[in-house]
T-cell receptor
Framework: KAGVTQTPRYLIKTRGQQVTLSCSPISGHRSVSWYQQTPGQGLQFLFEYFSETQRNKGNFPGRFSGRQFSNSRSEMNVSTLELGDSALYLC???????????????FGPGTRLTVL | GESVGLHLPTLSVQEGDNSIINCAYSNSASDYFIWYKQESGKGPQFIIDIRSNMDKRQGQRVTVLLNKTVKHLSLQIAATQPGDSAVYFCAETVYNAGNNRKLIWGLGTSLAVNP
């Protein structure tokens, strides 16, 4: 069974631009969660989607948004990029929601975003 | 507040030794805990979990111990191997205002295994 895939793997943007990241969950998984990982803050939960509905969200500004499609694939968008948005963005999928609290969560390799 | 902390940010051990990674959590209502391993260039990988009605759980070469009295969690790795070199995260379950479960992650401990 293929794992969680994320595209692109690396991205370089400049301040003020916007970016869209994509995540394809493991086949059959309907829950997708997004995380931001930085050396200083560790893993910070962004949001979670299940069956195309946002179930939970973290404490991030409205510039961060996401959506999930009927095939469970998910995208997250960051508008008006800031230098502090440079991070590794991780996507994880599971059978049921709960960010791994109710079911094992499988992570993708992440998208490394650099904002210049 | 919600926080999960780690006692040691880095740990260096000799190959073949046992490793112990510690984690302190703050939410006494947490009922589920997970350890993840993250190797360089990869996303976190589930290692082992434990529910609050247990104080010990064993996997293959790994053991998780839970002490609810002092809100402490530890991961023990037996006969540490070079492939165990990674960052290890503990995470606890909390409930938000909508009674949805979510994980709160620690900052991680970097384990370096010396050959």
């Amino acid at each position: 069974k293929a794992g969680v895939t994320q595209t692109p793997r690396y991205l370089i943007k400049t301040r003020g631009q916007q970016v869209t990241l994509s995540c394809s969950p493991i086949s059959g998984h309907r829950s997708v969660s997004w995380y931001q990982q930085t050396p200083g803050q560790g893993l910070q939960f962004l949001f979670e989607y299940f069956s195309e509905t946002q179930r939970n969200k973290g404490n991030f500004p409205g510039r961060f948004s996401g959506r999930q499609f009927s095939n469970s694939r998910s995208e997250m968008n960051v508008s008006t990029l800031e230098l502090g948005d440079s991070a590794l963005y991780l996507c994880a999928s599971s059978l049921i929601p709960g960010q791994g609290a109710g079911d094992t969560q499988y992570f993708g390799p992440g998208t490394r975003l650099t904002v210049l | 507040g919600e926080s999960v902390g780690l006692h040691l940010p880095t740990l260096s051990v000799q190959e073949g030794d046992n490793s112990i990674i510690n984690c302190a959590y703050s939410n006494s209502a947490s009922d589920y805990f997970i350890w993840y391993k993250q190797e360089s260039g990869k996303g976190p990988q589930f290692i082992i979990d434990i529910r609050s009605n247990m104080d010990k759980r064993q996997g293959q070469r790994v053991t998780v111990l839970l002490n609810k009295t002092v809100k402490h969690l530890s991961l023990q790795i037996a006969a540490t191997q070079p492939g165990d070199s990674a960052v290890y995260f503990c995470a606890e379950t909390v409930y938000n205002a909508g009674n949805n479960r979510k994980l709160i992650w620690g900052l991680g401990t970097s384990l370096a295994v010396n050959p």
